[in-house]
């Protein structure tokens, strides 16, 4: 079974669930993840063994890469 390549933009909460995830499935490859704080994308980049960069773009210039989680903050009202 071919696996599909993804990335993860975001390593807040919903993020670090997809990485964990990904990591989990056996039909997909983590390849990298992303955020704008340097020290959370370090911290998921290096518990899940894959690059980590602070500037999305890295992602989009990888033509490795066939998917992306792209997981912002919510704002919950309530």
């Known amino acids: 079974?071919?696996?599909?390549?993804?990335?993860?933009?975001?390593?807040?909460?919903?993020?670090?669930?997809?990485?964990?995830?990904?990591?989990?499935?056996?039909?997909?490859?983590?390849?990298?993840?992303?955020?704008?704080?340097?020290?959370?994308?370090?911290?998921?980049g290096n518990r899940y063994g894959v690059e980590w960069y602070t500037d999305a773009e890295k992602v989009f210039q990888n033509s490795d890469i066939e998917a992306v989680s792209i997981c912002t903050p919510h704002n919950n009202p309530c």
Do not use: F, P
């Open 1 to 44: 079974m071919r696996k599909l390549s993804v990335s993860v933009i975001g390593c807040g909460s919903w993020g670090r669930n997809h990485a964990r995830v990904y990591k989990e499935l056996e039909n997909v490859t983590l390849i990298s993840v992303v955020d704008k704080d340097e020290t959370q994308a370090k911290e998921i």
